[in-house]
Nanobody
Framework: QVQLVESGGGLVQSGGSLRLSCAAS????????LGWFRQAPGKEREFVAA????????LYADSVKGRFTISRDNAKNTVALQMNSLKPEDTAVYYC??????????????WGQGTQVTVSS
């Protein structure tokens, strides 16, 4: 059974940093990219970043390039999202996604419960 559990959300001032973590269990290597999506109130879920099983391939949304870094540790079954230079428009519920690869929600099979990130101006 696959389980994804996010942690690390919270409230931060504009320009600050947060590090999100996702503990992933039950994933096999095949098709097991891990990604982060976010959803703000009244908006659709949008892609943030993704990393391949090997960690050698990454994808980023244009809006977070140069500010966010995704990484994974297969020994610990975790994926992290380091978020720097945060802006109020980064405020959203952030979701960990697994069992796929790509930049749209339907590319992934498994989802975590989400963690709230709030950036104050």
């Amino acid at each position: 059974q696959v389980q994804l559990v996010e942690s690390g959300g919270g409230l931060v001032q504009s320009g600050g940093s947060l590090r999100l973590s996702c503990a992933a269990s039950g994933l096999t290597r095949s098709g097991s990219g891990l990604g982060w999506f976010r959803q703000a109130p009244g908006k659709e879920r949008e892609f943030v970043a993704a990393v391949s099983w090997s960690g050698l391939s990454t994808l980023y949304a244009d809006s977070v390039k140069g500010r966010f870094t995704i990484s994974r540790d297969n020994a610990k079954n975790t994926v992290a999202l380091q978020m720097n230079s945060l802006k109020p428009e980064d405020t959203a519920v952030y979701y960990c996604a697994g069992g796929g690869w790509g930049m749209i929600p339907s590319d992934y099979t498994y989802w975590g419960q989400g963690t709230q990130v709030t950036v104050s101006s």
